[in-house]
């Protein structure tokens, strides 16, 4: 089995780093777009308007209350039909945007409680002092909330590097669409999942370690 | 200066202030004192409207304060709470500046120079580049109130400003808000201080159940207070 495994990568490695690569690759898009996505929705979700607070309610309940393979498996059917196919999506990209509205849901329950952490106080000095609700929020709240942020992100990424995984189910060339194929090639089973098993932890070990260095600069920086 | 007619606050079923009639004149200096949960704090925020009076009116120098700019109407008013509320991720410099700058549209040089005539009178010019973090509690709130300073407000609330505070810190919070008092700044405090609001108050205002139950110069509420129940509270205070 060991010389299995070292024959798979000096064999096969340039297809595992592909694999990384590409897992790589869709969780950045997906924290990146989820990131933006997820602040927007938690605006939506803190209006002043209850039908607004109510569509984004609904949105995140039904995003966290359903398994995200459910949720690929809706748009790689439902993007193409809806587009009329016009836009001649990939299954790659309708995964990647499954992705992104999946991470979008809870990076806006993130943020909201990362802004939510914020001493109430601090709204309430700055108020006193004349600034308005926005200046409020720029300049006294959202600060002070990324730091309560940041750290949460990091493992939001590190969720998001595991939940690619299921994107194997479409074929999408990360690592467990590799794995699939080396499998299918070969028959072995156990060799490459060990391989790919290894590849993950290094990524989400040293991401977790990331982000806890930066959680000790914010608690070092208050 | 300020006119309160009627003022009633409630929060949900729990009514807290029963109709507040009350006038604070210019130039004057008048301590809130009484039991807590009499809305002595609900008062004071009452009047830059951080809590919305259930019914009533406040006038602000002759003006209904309910048919202007709520952030117009604060930055007239200064307000130095009980847990300071300095903001943490900026220097002292900074808390200072920020809102005359964003707010007043001050140029930054002028703000900056503000900020260092403001924290010298307040002995705390040796610590403008630091965080308040670095700061002890006295030197929070001396921070909070020429934050608020910085605004040119016409009057000054203090909500508790020292309850918050070691003991040993008390005196020079105090002694800051006993000179601005001095200078001729309106201003309404409340306060368990009661040494302190012999000392600095032009009025006393004692607060039992959402009213003002009596109002007099400090010698009449200490000395020879009519209503039963400030003399049931002092009696319990003052030991």
Do not use: W
Request: net charge positive; hydrophobic share 45%; glycine share 6%.
């Amino acid at each position: 089995m060991i010389n299995n495994i070292l024959n798979l990568v000096s064999n096969y490695g340039v297809k595992f780093l592909q694999g990384a690569g590409y897992t790589l690759m869709f969780s950045a898009i997906t924290v990146f777009f989820g990131v933006i996505f997820g602040s927007l929705i938690c605006m939506v979700k803190r209006s002043r308007f209850i039908v607004l607070r109510f569509i984004a309610g609904v949105y995140i309940e039904v995003i966290r209350g359903t398994p995200i393979l459910l949720q690929m498996f809706f748009f790689y059917f439902f993007l193409p039909l809806m587009t009329k196919n016009t836009l001649n999506l990939s299954k790659t990209v309708s995964i990647v945007i499954a992705l992104i509205v999946n991470s979008a849901a809870y990076v806006s329950e993130i943020v909201r409680s990362g802004i939510q952490a914020v001493d109430y106080g601090q709204t309430e000095a700055a108020r006193s002092l004349g600034l308005n609700r926005r200046q409020t929020m720029m300049r006294v709240i959202l600060p002070q909330a990324v730091r309560n942020i940041l750290p949460t992100l990091g493992n939001e990424f590190i969720m998001v590097i595991k939940e690619t995984a299921l994107g194997s189910t479409f074929y999408i060339g990360e690592l467990m669409t590799v794995r699939a194929e080396l499998q299918a090639a070969l028959f072995l089973a156990i060799e490459p999942l060990v391989i790919v098993a290894a590849i993950y932890l290094v990524l989400t070990f040293s991401l977790s370690k990331g982000v806890a260095f930066i959680e000790r600069r914010m608690a070092q920086g208050d | 200066m300020i006119k309160t007619i009627d003022m009633h606050k409630s929060f949900g079923s729990l009514h807290v202030l029963k109709g507040v009639s009350e006038h604070i004149r210019l130039h004057e200096v008048v301590s809130v004192i009484g039991p807590s949960g009499s809305g002595k704090s609900t008062f004071l925020r009452c009047l830059n409207l951080l809590e919305i009076p259930t019914s009533g009116q406040i006038f602000f120098e002759n003006e209904d304060i309910s048919k202007i700019n709520v952030d117009a109407h604060r930055q007239r008013v200064g307000m130095v709470f009980q847990q300071f509320n300095v903001f943490p991720h900026m220097t002292v410099k900074e808390n200072i500046t920020l809102a005359p700058v964003l707010v007043k549209k001050m140029a930054k040089e002028a703000a900056d120079e503000l900020a260092e005539s403001l924290l010298k009178r307040v002995g705390l010019l040796d610590k403008i580049d630091e965080h308040p973090k670095r700061l002890s509690g006295g030197q929070k709130q001396r921070l909070a109130i020429v934050r608020a300073l910085a605004m040119e407000p016409k009057v000054m609330l203090f909500d508790e400003p020292t309850s918050a505070l070691d003991p040993e810190m008390v005196g020079e919070v105090l002694s800051v808000i006993k000179d601005l008092a001095g200078s001729g700044m309106t201003t309404v405090i409340v306060t368990h201080e009661m040494g302190f609001c012999k000392e600095v108050s032009n009025r006393v205002l004692f607060m039992d159940d959402g009213v003002i139950a009596e109002s007099g110069p400090p010698e009449q509420i200490f000395g020879n207070p009519l209503n039963k129940r400030t003399q049931e509270f002092l009696s319990k205070v003052l030991y």
